[in-house]
């Protein structure tokens, strides 16, 4: 049996240049121009060609690629249109097996495909970059880490998918992230994937229809091995979502992962506290100024009258600005709280952490902040393991907040 190429390719007029070579040496070549139909279908194809315009775009086809399959789908040989040297490291950065600059030379061509053919499996088996699902017992029940804040920018998301990237690397397939941030979650870009379907409309589900199929095509697997279940990407999707439909998705994602980190959003309203009061163990985000602080107080107040999440937060300090202007100690002594943890100031690294997809942990390993984060990780999960017996939140008097 002739072996299977596909050809993902921008440029129609171009594929019988790279089509041609490969098909009088026997190889049986498929040629699509749709990505989204045709990453579906990578476990039928022994290698992938990528033909783009430019080095950006295909980067970010591999990328979406290794997002969607891990390390299970076919050995990618991208086609470069120039010989550019920098280009061509991208390219194999981003995750290409080998990369051919234009203008093609067919003897070459042929003989990088022969290449990677030998290091592709007779077949390739892949979900499309679904992980396998299937439901824990109900006594090994998964813990539920839910990350939340009462102000914008503070970094809520930030620390949600660092932390669960670092518990994905000791447990890779077991843990799973989901964005519950129903008015503007930044989960999946923050990990630039895209996963096809919504916690909202997973939230809107019958909880009866919601099988592990569901799940299985719902999910995104990482390439460290964490399963990411992406938010709306407009406010109006989640509209009609309510805090009882996100607490029983929550509570069923349970029955699914060992660990399931949520980012609950930068809004502490009934529908974020549906969420929180469904967790183990909540890390409630914090920037040291007064608007954070304010708008905490009024969260506090509200989680406080309707649920004991409180009693299972941990106020996490993310210090957001160069200069410290409000210590930790000043928002214990007038928040009424104790601050677990503090993430050292690194505005170029996390800046650029987001805008590239490549979270702070596995970009800048050594620095400080992501010493802290990883110290996060592990507090979060031992505190989750073992209830609290501390005594509930002492409530601060808000002196420097105006209150009396």
Do not use: C, W
Request: hydrophobic fraction near 40%; proline fraction near 6%.
């Amino acid at each position: 049996m002739a072996s299977r190429v596909l050809l993902l390719t921008a440029e129609g007029h171009a594929a019988d240049e790279l089509v041609q070579p490969l098909e009088r040496r026997g190889l049986s070549v498929v040629v699509a121009r749709d990505p989204d139909q045709a990453l579906q279908r990578l476990g039928d194809h022994q290698l992938v060609i990528l033909d783009a315009p430019d080095a950006a775009s295909l980067a970010m086809v591999i990328r979406r690629i290794n997002d969607q399959a891990g390390s299970n789908h076919p050995p990618i040989l991208a086609i470069a249109h120039s010989g550019d040297v920098e280009a061509r490291v991208q390219l194999l950065e981003s995750g290409a097996d080998d990369v051919l600059a234009r203008p093609i030379d067919p003897r070459e061509l042929e003989a990088l495909v022969e290449a990677l053919l030998l290091r592709a499996p007779a077949t390739t088996q892949t979900s499309g970059g679904r992980p396998p699902v299937e439901p824990r017992p109900v006594e090994a029940r998964g813990r539920v880490i839910a990350f939340a804040s009462a102000k914008g920018g503070s970094g809520t998301t930030t620390l949600a998918v660092n932390t669960a990237l670092i518990l994905a690397e000791m447990a890779p397939g077991n843990v799973a992230i989901a964005d519950f941030d129903m008015y503007h979650g930044q989960v999946s870009t923050h990990l630039d994937m895209y996963p096809r379907t919504s916690t909202a409309v997973l939230a809107r589900e019958d909880p009866n229809n919601r099988n592990p199929e569901v799940f299985q095509e719902a999910g995104r697997r990482h390439s460290d091995g964490l399963t990411v279940f992406g938010g709306p990407y407009r406010g109006d999707e989640a509209a009609d979502v309510s805090g009882p439909q996100l607490a029983s998705l929550v509570q069923q994602m349970r029955g699914l992962y060992g660990t399931l980190v949520i980012d609950a959003g930068s809004v502490i309203d009934l529908r974020a506290e549906a969420v929180i009061e469904s967790a183990d163990m909540v890390a409630l985000v914090l920037t040291p100024d007064i608007p954070s602080l304010r708008l905490l107080h009024a969260g506090l107040q509200l989680m406080s009258e309707n649920g004991t999440a409180t009693d299972r937060s941990v106020f996490v300090v993310n210090q957001i600005y160069p200069k410290q202007m409000i210590t930790a100690e000043q928002i214990e002594e007038h928040l009424g709280v104790k601050v677990g943890a503090e993430i050292a100031y690194d505005g170029e690294n996390f800046l650029r952490a987001i805008n590239e997809g490549q979270p702070l942990v596995k970009m800048a390993r050594r620095t400080p902040s992501a010493t802290a984060l990883r110290k996060l990780a592990e507090q979060l999960t031992d505190s989750a393991a073992e209830p609290s017996e501390s005594p509930p939140q002492r409530r601060g008097r808000f002196r420097f907040l105006g209150r009396d």
